[in-house]
């Protein structure tokens, strides 16, 4: 049974944008803090963003700063990711995670979505 549903993802010449989506039912979203997780061909599964769910505050991998932004529609159950100025190593399968870390606790990953940036 799949709990969260991913897409957007694609090719992208660099400098491009994309936004993915995640979107998951209302049990999950409300109390879960919702990630994406990357991973490269050859490389170990990295986180590149947070936002909680009791505040809406946001984290972010160092090398996305500035360049990245999630956020959550509470109205649709929704976490997105915008991606912007695209680089050849942002190339990787992007997942969606939700994690709720007390009780009830439970964590839910994503089929993942690909992200090529190439010309």
């Known amino acids: 049974q799949v709990q969260l549903m991913e897409s957007g993802g694609g090719l992208v010449q660099p400098g491009g944008s994309l936004t993915l989506s995640c979107a998951t039912s209302e049990l999950i979203f409300k109390s879960a803090t919702m990630s994406w997780y990357r991973q490269a061909p050859g490389k170990e599964r990295e986180l590149v963003a947070t936002?909680?769910?009791?505040?809406?505050?946001?984290n972010y991998a160092d090398d996305v700063k500035g360049r990245f932004l999630i956020s959550r529609d509470n109205a649709k159950n929704t976490v997105y990711l915008q991606m912007n100025s695209l680089k050849p190593d942002d190339t990787a399968v992007y997942y969606c995670?939700?994690?709720?870390?007390?009780?009830?606790?439970?964590?839910?990953w994503g089929q993942g979505t690909q992200v090529t940036v190439s010309s």
């Open positions: 995670y939700a994690e709720r870390s007390r009780f009830p606790r439970f964590t839910y």
């Open positions: 936002i909680t769910s009791v505040d809406g505050s946001a």
